[in-house]
């Protein structure tokens, strides 16, 4: 990859592969991904102890709730924008893993949106390919 990125994410090509599937889904899929992705990013700073106390989880959603900016394609849900800032201020190790668990989402809700069994012709062909990544 080259050494320079237009975007945070784009670092990692699992979280930048997850972002850019996300960002050309429907508003209500983006929604229900970055509600679990919350839960998700929030789980992985307690294991990480990075977060000890409720005030540090309060802290962390109020301050994704801070808008940044106003032309990302992610600024236009409040929920969403507070998802992607919370995973933005993450460790680059948090960050690592929270985007397999963010590719995993992103593929159970294009499966679930497309009502088919998520089985392994449904996730190949979806816009997010993970073995693709190993290649």
């Known amino acids: 990859m080259n050494e320079y990125f237009s975007r945070w994410y784009d670092k990692d090509p699992v979280l930048s592969m997850s972002m850019r599937t996300l960002s050309s889904s429907d508003d209500a899929s983006q929604i229900a991904v970055a509600l ?7 789980e992985h700073n307690i294991n990480n102890h ?12 109020e301050d994704g709730l801070i808008q940044k900016g106003t032309n990302r394609w992610y600024d236009l849900d409040a929920t969403v924008r507070t998802a992607i800032q919370m995973l933005e201020r993450c460790s680059e190790e948090t960050k690592q893993k929270v985007a397999l668990d963010m590719a995993q989402l992103v593929i159970e809700k294009i499966v679930q949106d497309a009502d088919v069994a998520p089985d392994e012709d449904a996730i190949e062909g979806s816009v997010l390919d993970l073995d693709a990544l190993d290649e």
Do not use: Y
């Open 36 to 42: 679990n992705l919350i839960k998700v990013i929030i």
């Open 50 to 61: 990075e977060f000890s106390n409720i005030e540090d989880i309060v802290g962390a959603v």
